[in-house]
């Protein structure tokens, strides 16, 4: 079925800002999104909690922990005048586009294919409930991070609360750096202490620390995540790539091997062993390589004119023998 909007009450407008529509309405309550609205209908005035929570429907609270939640994001800034109670719209808020990743059976954290961490990552003290208590009695920071991490993945656990203190306290990265690395493990369904703790580590060691820095490695790790995802479905993989396949594949994408060239490679491997391997994989394609082929095209253009060579040819002898050996010599490589 299809809806077209009623133009007839478009008599006055307000934006919203696309990166909303891009990443929150699904990462976003619906409490949010509806706080979100009446602020950017109110936009240049001041809003009190109660004011909001009479026009949207949400609790004083609700509301408060909404506002939270947006400036957490950079979709909002607080204004500087104390007298102001509204966050005022943020005009950098992070346009980062998320690719949604096939179902896959395991979850294997693919991090050989994000950032290699310089060194062992260091074993994580667990606080008792007491402690992070005071933790969060004693740190804005951490308190506010604990809120935001809540509304996206509802209560939290006492392994993801050290996880989050772990991060900030030990690691020294910042609560936005966090809660944008939070929100890409929960795009890609991958929302297990563990991984978001070896991608925030090797966060760490190199240095990627600001909110600029981790929209670019967001994006960087979207369009990693995506070839991977591609390949699988090309090679019927029902499970994540091992840390030696993710090698491969990461090396695929950083020589720029089209989509097709990779999945003719593979056909050609199943019928010549009949089973899927990485190594055999990957030497065709270095063949192909070297002779200068980049497109599938190309590829099967070579095959037919060996074919055709082949034909004609007479008494096992070639008519132009030394170009078809030569062809052979690049065709069989691998």
Same mark, same amino acid.
């Given at each position: 079925m299809e809806y077209k909007a009623?133009?007839?009450?478009?008599?006055? $407008?307000?934006? /919203?800002?696309?990166?909303?529509a891009d990443n929150f309405l699904k990462l976003a309550t619906g409490q949010q999104l509806k706080v979100l609205l009446y602020l950017l209908r109110c936009s240049g005035r001041s809003c009190s909690d109660e004011e909001i929570s009479l026009n949207t429907g949400v609790s004083p609270q609700e509301a408060a922990d909404a506002v939270l939640f947006w400036q957490q994001v950079n979709v909002l800034t607080p204004q500087r005048t104390s007298? !102001?109670?509204?966050?005022?719209?943020?005009?950098? &808020? *992070? #346009?980062? =586009?998320?690719? =949604?990743?096939?179902?896959?059976?395991? !979850? /294997? *954290?693919? /991090?050989?294919?994000?950032? &290699?961490?310089k060194a062992e990552m260091? @074993?994580? =003290?667990?606080?008792?409930?007491?402690e992070i208590a005071k933790v969060m009695n004693e740190s804005s920071d951490i308190s506010e991070l604990f809120k935001v991490a809540e509304s996206a993945l509802g209560k939290l656990n006492h392994t993801q609360q050290n996880s989050l203190i772990w991060m900030y306290n030990y690691l020294g990265l910042k609560k936005e750096v966090i809660v944008t690395l939070l929100f890409y493990c929960i795009r890609i369904g991958k929302t297990n202490?563990?991984?978001i703790e070896k991608i925030a580590y090797s966060w760490s060691e190199n240095d990627i620390n600001t909110l600029a820095a981790a929209d670019e490695e967001v994006q960087r790790m979207c369009a990693s995540f995506e070839y991977t995802d @591609?390949? $699988?479905?090309?090679?019927? $993989?029902n499970r994540r790539p091992t840390p030696r396949q993710a090698e491969f594949i990461n090396d695929w994408k950083q020589?720029?091997?089209?989509? !097709?060239?990779i999945q003719l490679a593979y056909e050609k491997t199943i019928d010549k062993i009949n089973k899927l391997s990485f190594d055999y994989i990957n030497k065709i394609l270095l063949s192909w390589k070297d002779s200068g082929f980049t497109t599938a095209d =190309?590829?099967?253009? &070579?095959?037919?004119?060996?074919?055709?060579?082949? #034909?004609?040819?007479s008494g096992g002898?070639?008519?132009?023998?030394?170009?078809? !050996?030569?062809?052979k010599a690049v065709i069989n490589k691998f």
């Open positions: 009623n133009s007839g009450i478009w008599g006055t $407008m307000f934006g /919203v800002p696309c990166v909303v007298a !102001e109670k509204v966050p005022e719209l943020s005009m950098n &808020a *992070p #346009a980062v =586009q998320y690719s =949604q990743p096939s179902e896959t059976v395991n !979850e /294997v *954290p693919d /991090v050989q294919s994000q950032i &290699a961490p260091p @074993k994580r =003290q667990d606080l008792h409930p007491s202490s563990g991984y @591609k390949i $699988m479905k090309m090679f019927e $993989m020589a720029g091997f089209r989509a !097709e060239l =190309q590829v099967r253009s &070579a095959d037919d004119e060996y074919r055709k060579k082949k #034909a004609a040819s002898k070639y008519t132009n023998g030394d170009d078809i !050996e030569k062809y």
